[in-house]
């Protein structure tokens, strides 16, 4: 473990302020849900993401999809690509997505961009495409979402492909 040489005081209800320089290192953002584990006599908090719990399940269908209709597919939470298109995953796969990618995320709509252009999913990985992002929202907040890509001009039926995908995602957390 390393240590940071930051030092807290607990209050009196128990609560504990997390320094804003480790929330900035770490991507902690007001909302985010810690994850609590006890090891020996350590306090470990993680990030929680719903989708992690998905995780084989959303590789069995995005390779299933992907493979039918011959298109690429990620599923990222807010940190990073959790299940992506076979073909893709030695460059993306457990990659930290782009803050613009972040953006467009949590402006919880659907983005469409039906005619090719440059875009970054993940840093330093820049791809000439068109692409839809369908937000997986549960509860009115963002837990990630889907994307479609490819080389060639989507059309509305990936678009709708994206939402019924993300919708799968919304129950299956849900549940």
Known sequence: M????IVRRIDELGRIVIPKEI???LKIR???TLEIYVEKDSIILKKFSHLNNLNSIA??????????????????????????????????FNQPISSELIHLIMNRKNEQQFSIESFSFIDNQTETCSYVISPILVDSDVLGAVILFDDTSLTES?????QVLSLFFIKSVEE
């Open 59 to 92: 590789e069995r269908i995005v390779s299933i999809i992907s493979n039918t209709l011959k298109k690429n597919i990620l599923v990222v939470d807010l940190e990073h690509v959790l299940a992506c298109s076979k073909n893709l995953e030695e460059l993306y």
């Open 158 to 162: 990936d678009s709708l492909i994206a």
């Open 30 to 32: 007001e909302g985010d």
């Open 2 to 5: 390393k240590s940071t040489g």
């Open 23 to 25: 929330r900035k290192t």
